[in-house]
Every structure is written in C-alpha cells, then in structure tokens.
C-alpha cells in the first residue's frame, strides 16, 4: 500500500496512525505542498480536488482521510478501530461528526496561520492571526466543554476502547498543544487526561512525535523525508 501525502499533515497523520495501530507499515510518497505537488497533473489524476492524503491499495485509488481510515480498518489484519455495538458506533460517528463541524473548520485554518504559514512561504496578517485567536478560544470552549463532560464516564470518544474517532482528535490537539494553545485542553481534567492516553500510545510517539515536527525551529519540510526513508525527490520517485 502506497500513501501520497506529508507526515506533517494532519490528515495523513491519522492514517498513519491508523496503519501504525493495526500492526502494519505504509510506503509513504512525500508530495510537498509548497512546490505545489499536490497541484500536478499526476496527483490531481488521483484526487480530482488536489488534496492529500490518497491511498493506493494495488491500484485500488481512494482519498479523503474517513474513507481510507475505514477502509483500512477492514482490510487489514489487527485490532479494529471502529466498535463492534450499534451504540459505540454512534458515539464514535457523533465525535467524529463534532470534530468535523465545529472544531476542525475552526482550527485547522488556525494552525496553517500559526504554524504552517512558514512552511508555505507566507507570513500570517497580525489582525486576520488576532480574529482566528478569538474564534479558537470560543471554538475550543464549544466542543471541548461538551467533550469533557462525556469523558467523565468514558475513556475514550467511543466508550471503553481506543477507535478511528480518537484518532481524527489527536494531531490537531497535539498541534494546539504545541504550539501554546493546549490551555484549554489541559484545564479540562477529563480532556486532559485522554489526550494523555492517547498521545502516549506507541502509534502516536511514533508517527506524531518521532523527528523533525513541523514546530520546530529548525524544521523544514524538504527535510523530513529522509529521516525515515521515505520518497520525497522526484528522481527518486521515478527510480522506485
């Protein structure tokens, strides 16, 4: 299995985290957004949208991060990471469904200001930054508050056993909580101590938290593919 994508990127870290948790290991294709890779002929003959990550089964195309979690999930042998109960599905599909409507649109924008923009090339408007600030704040107070709640009888989002639905949360959480903002995570105690959970398993330490990350001084993204030997040069990539 080949996935196209960037380790730094917060929808392909959920797949190799996913990969990661099932036992597995993936062939991963840098594409780097900067030069526009993602924008080529030959990725958008992948992903009509230009996006990451897509992954590629033997042929077998598909892309958006939920579609390839699940499918992965079925194909591969390992622990499943979606629950077994009508009910447990639910609450998983329910905190997927709060990420994907009230916290991702909200801080996933927010971290390409805060912390991408220098990978991308472009330094972030002091006002537009000071706007997205306070919509994070309500944001974060939004769905973390509800979060906290739930967590006090439970775990994880699904109930008693670590699923798809934690993994969607965890890159942008860590991210938050890297770059400064992981005060209202950490004020949470139910919150708090889930994120701790589920950072500190050996997929995450791993995919998440495993050589150059994109909040480091010294980082950059030409870089991080030859920290684990994956394929970044197009030479490369038409060699192998």
């Known amino acids: 299995m080949k996935l196209y994508g960037h380790p730094w ?3 392909a870290r959920k797949v190799m985290v996913a990969v990661a948790e099932k036992g597995h290991r993936l062939d991963v294709e840098v594409l780097h957004i900067p ?12 992903h009509p949208f230009g996006k990451i990550p897509v992954l590629d089964d033997q042929g077998f195309v598909i892309y958006e991060a939920a579609a390839i979690l699940r499918y992965l999930d079925e194909v ?10 009508p009910r447990e599905r639910a609450r998983a599909l329910q905190w997927d469904r709060v990420h994907q ?34 919509a994070l704040a309500a944001a974060l107070t939004a769905t973390l508050d509800p979060l ?26 860590e991210y ?8 209202p995570i950490r004020e949470r105690p139910n919150v ?28 950059h993204p030409d870089v991080i593919a030859s920290q684990h030997g994956w394929r970044a040069d ?3 990539r038409a060699a192998g």
Do not use: C
């Open 101 to 134: 409507s009230y916290f991702e649109p909200v801080v996933g924008p927010f971290l390409v200001q805060a912390m991408f923009s220098r990978h991308l090339g472009f330094t972030p408007d002091p006002e537009v930054l000071e706007r997205m600030r306070e």
């Open 35 to 46: 030069r526009g890779e993602h924008k080529a002929p030959a990725h958008l003959a992948l």
């Open 234 to 236: 197009p030479a490369e």
């Open 148 to 173: 906290d709640r739930h967590l006090a009888g439970a775990p994880f989002l699904a109930g008693e056993s670590f699923s798809l639905a934690d993994i969607t949360w965890l890159p942008y959480l």
């Open 176 to 183: 938050l909580d890297r770059i400064g903002h992981g005060g």
């Open 76 to 85: 591969l042998d390992g622990p499943a990471l979606w629950p077994s109960t």
């Open 192 to 219: 708090a101590a889930w994120f701790a959970r589920i950072a500190g398993r050996p997929s995450w330490q791993t995919v998440g938290r495993t050589g150059m990350q994109p909040y480091h001084e010294d980082a």
């Open 9 to 11: 990127s917060t929808n």
